[in-house]
């Protein structure tokens, strides 16, 4: 058997590149396929943990401001979602932008709490991240489910589905409330538009907390499909540490030999990138 010729330069690059960019992509969808889905049930314990702990000392917030008046920060934990036909018990933080939602179904900011009086918006994704929202939309008019505040539990009745172009309920009346349920309509993973569940309290509505959030000031990052770039420079750190390893693997291979590169460099290459996924995921829509 004749030896094979040496790669040329042109060759060599080609041959680096690809695997680079295989390495990169199987990162990314070992992430969000099944990082992401860990990640999300260890999140939610730790949030259940913590509104827990609220609501027993009395002070779970019932604004976006904690019980101190200092503003909530981005994920923490303000309601108990249960919707028993659907299996979901999911708790939900304050924000809804792609990293919010990564830790379960976030509260849009510029909405009142489930139960107050006037429209509140709960988020969550349909996909990844434990897909909270995945069958969402099965929901059909007149069930019921329950979301637990710092105000208490508050029943809800389902009104309907609706999608882009079908019409909205009429606005609640003064002091009704009206929760929306939204996620990201089409296949797992390849978002075509928006769902939304409307209901309705069942019952007296609750006192609404101020809020320092408005939907002129709501954050674009945190609206329905939306993409967040805030931490590209994260992405540009993880891209430089990746490759680090990539030339530190190359190097390896060629000056002391196959065996211990493997031992030495493949469980950093897989790190990278899974961060390199991590991140790269947050630039994919909120509802995915």
Known sequence: MLPLAPLTRTQMLIQSASAILAALLIGFLVNLLVISHLQHAVSQQQQRNVFREQLAAGTAPVSEGTFDDILLVDGAPVALLDIPSLGLHEVVGEGTSSGDLMLG????RDTVLPGQAGVSVIMGRAGAY??????????????????????????FE???????????????????????????????????????????????SQDA???????????????????????????????????????????????????????????????????????LNRFLPNLL
């Open 105 to 108: 179904p976030g509260h849009r």
């Open 130 to 155: 434990g897909g909270p929202f995945s069958r969402l939309q099965e929901l059909a008019p007149g069930e019921r489910f329950s979301v637990v505040t710092g105000q208490g539990k508050q029943l």
């Open 158 to 204: 389902v009104i309907g589905v609706r999608y882009a172009g079908d019409p909205a309920p009429p606005a609640p009346k003064a002091g009704e409330s009206r929760l929306i349920l939204e996620t990201a309509r089409g296949p797992a993973y390849l978002p075509t538009g928006v769902a939304r569940v409307d209901a309705e309290l069942v019952g007296e």
């Open 209 to 279: 907390g101020a809020r320092r959030t408005t939907f002129d000031t709501l954050p674009p990052q945190d609206k329905s499909l939306a993409t967040d770039t805030r931490t590209a420079w994260a992405l540009v750190f993880a891209l430089q540490f990746f490759l680090l390893a990539e030339a530190g693997a190359v190097w390896t291979y060629r000056r002391i030999g196959a065996q211990k590169m493997w031992v030495v460099f493949v469980p950093i290459l897989l790190l990278a990138g899974l961060i390199v996924g991590d991140q």
